[in-house]
T-cell receptor
Framework: KAGVTQTPRYLIKTRGQQVTLSCSPI?????VSWYQQTPGQGLQFLFE???????NKGNFPGRFSGRQFSNSRSEMNVSTLELGDSALYLC?????????????????FGQGTRLTVV | AQSVTQLGSHVSVSEGALVLLRCNYS??????LFWYVQYPNQGLQLLLK??????LVKGINGFEAEFKKSETSFHLTKPSAHMSDAAEYFC?????????????FGTGTRLLVSP
């Protein structure tokens, strides 16, 4: 069974540009979450999508957005890149066994996309 | 709201020694608790998780953790460290009563293993 696939693995962009990162979840998983990892702030939750709907959002500016397609693949977009956006962006997928309560299941992470903004 | 505190940004042990990585959590509702490991330039791999039931949880690679509600702790242990255990370890919490896949992570502990 293939794991979570994130593309590209590495990316270099210039300040002011925009970038799109892609995440293909494990087959059958309907929930995709995104995290930003930096040395200063650690791992921070960006947003979560389930069945093409954003269900929760972290404390990030509106420059960070995402979407999910009908096949559960997800993309996140960062517009007007800043130097501080340099980070490892991790995607995680999980299989929903139902709604709450008790609907939480473990998240499987991809290898991440390393974004460097210069 | 949930939060996680990992004591010690770095822990050094000798090969064969006991590994103990500390994690304390704060949660207003019953939590799910997780330990993840991250190797350089890699994603996160789940070591073990606590949901409900037995409070002593066994994971992969010989790791285990015990959920202690009275101490709000979920410390990670391994009886005998191996060189391959050198990595960064993250404790995470998520609320049990919602369907959101939102993990709140600690700041991580880098485990150094010397021969």
């Amino acid at each position: 069974k293939a794991g979570v696939t994130q593309t590209p693995r590495y990316l270099i962009k210039t300040r002011g540009q925009q970038v799109t990162l892609s995440c293909s979840p494990i087959s059958g998983h309907r929930s995709v979450s995104w995290y930003q990892q930096t040395p200063g702030q650690g791992l921070q939750f960006l947003f979560e999508y389930f069945s093409e709907t954003q269900r929760n959002k972290g404390n990030f500016p509106g420059r960070f957005s995402g979407r999910q397609f009908s096949n559960s693949r997800s993309e996140m977009n960062v517009s007007t890149l800043e130097l501080g956006d340099s980070a490892l962006y991790l995607c995680a997928s999980s299989q929903k066994s139902g709604t709450f309560p008790g609907g939480n299941t473990e998240a499987f992470f991809g290898q991440g996309t390393r974004l460097t903004v210069v | 709201a949930q939060s996680v505190t990992q004591l010690g940004s770095h822990v050094s042990v000798s090969e064969g020694a006991l590994v103990l990585l500390r994690c304390n959590y704060s949660s207003s509702v019953p939590p799910y608790l997780f330990w993840y490991v991250q190797y350089p330039n890699q994603g996160l791999q789940l070591l073990l998780k606590y949901t409900t039931g037995a409070t002593l949880v066994k994971g992969i690679n010989g790791f285990e953790a015990e959920f202690k509600k009275s101490e709000t702790s979920f410390h990670l242990t391994k009886p005998s460290a191996h060189m391959s255990d050198a990595a960064e370890y993250f404790c995470a919490v998520s609320p049990m009563n919602t369907g959101f896949q939102k993990l709140v992570f600690g700041t991580g502990t880098r485990l150094l293993v010397s021969p």
